[in-house]
């Protein structure tokens, strides 16, 4: 019975000890040593690594002073981690820097994530004040504007007071997004509950294919993010709402990337919104440096059974 229970219940991390860590280690190092774990270990996750190849990075972080660029196995991605790190101390530009190291795509773009998620909370250069959280009001106002009026309000930037009220209604799909098989899985979820309302085969295919599109967006440009489906009947409108924790739309190529039909740059939805704007009755977006929201708005079906144009 010891050794049954033994197998059920055994912790991975107790195979091995944790890392002994020198006596005369100070605050500030510990502190350093703990971002670099959290950064190596984030780097870990985006390129596909398991969950526990993550934590042993981490962990071995605490215990290892400098890394070199030569290190075996999973401790490069601590050498990764210290050099964006140290980048961001002298000031210089992650970005730039990351693209001209000579390493695998997958792990230049895993680094090129991480520095767009964590820019404000890990890269804050001491040499410059930290990034505004969120646009001037009056700057904002100015794109709100004119995306509505050459979208015909089909697109529409709104407030994290507005957002409240787009939330109002009646949750009748939920799903977590955290990686590439969340897609497939929030689809189905959303697809699911759908027919069970009566939607027709047709209506709910042209859903799910702009829903795929701002799902995807989490997944390429989020840290993660989660799928609510409203019913809304004051409204008469369905409405998809997909959150991330990404670093948001940079509020300058909002136009471009909504008014210029496959618009693109590395860190906006290219044909995304234009096929969102297509497909649904309105798109309306909340977007901060700490994460966006995308509201996908569509008639709801009308109590004849029959259903409302979505365009």
């Not at 055994?10 to 195979?15: A, I, R, Y």
């Not at 990337?257 to 497909?279: C, H, N, R």
């Amino acid at each position: 019975m010891r050794r049954l229970l033994e197998k059920v219940f055994k912790d991975p991390l107790q195979e091995k000890k944790a890392p002994s860590l020198p006596l005369d280690l100070t605050y500030k190092e510990v502190n350093y040593r703990t971002k670099r774990g959290f950064l190596a270990k984030k780097l870990c996750h985006y390129t596909g690594l398991e969950a526990a190849e993550g934590d042993e990075v981490f962990y071995s972080s605490l215990a290892c002073s400098v890394c070199e660029e030569n290190s075996e196995d999973h401790e490069f991605y601590l050498f990764l981690s210290e050099r964006m790190l140290t980048w961001a101390k002298e000031g210089l530009d992650i970005r730039e820097r990351t693209l001209k190291m000579n390493i695998k795509t997958e792990i230049q773009n895993a680094m090129l994530k991480a520095y767009e998620i964590f820019k404000e909370e890990l890269f804050a250069s001491e040499k410059n004040a930290p990034a505004t959280k969120s646009p001037e009001w009056e700057k904002w106002k100015v794109y709100r504007d004119v995306i509505m009026a050459s979208t015909q309000g089909k697109f529409l930037l709104i407030s994290e007071q507005e957002l409240i009220g787009f939330k109002q209604g009646r949750v009748f799909c939920e799903g977590e997004i955290k990686q590439l098989s969340d897609i497939p899985d929030c689809r189905h979820k959303a697809k699911d509950s759908l027919e069970a309302m009566g939607y027709d085969d047709s209506t709910t295919m042209g859903w799910l294919l702009v829903l795929s599109e701002a799902i995807t967006n989490t997944i390429k440009h989020g840290e993660e993010g989660r799928m609510t489906l409203i019913e809304d009947k004051d409204q008469n409108e369905i409405r998809f709402i997909i959150e991330d924790r990404g670093p948001g739309f940079s509020l300058k190529e909002l136009p471009k990337t909504t008014l210029l039909a496959g618009y693109s740059t590395k860190k906006s939805m290219g044909q995304g919104f234009t096929l969102m704007m297509k497909m649904s009755k309105q798109v309306s977006l909340y977007t901060t440096s700490e994460g966006s929201t995308i509201i996908l708005s569509f008639n709801r079906e009308e109590p004849s059974g029959k259903l409302n144009k979505t365009g």
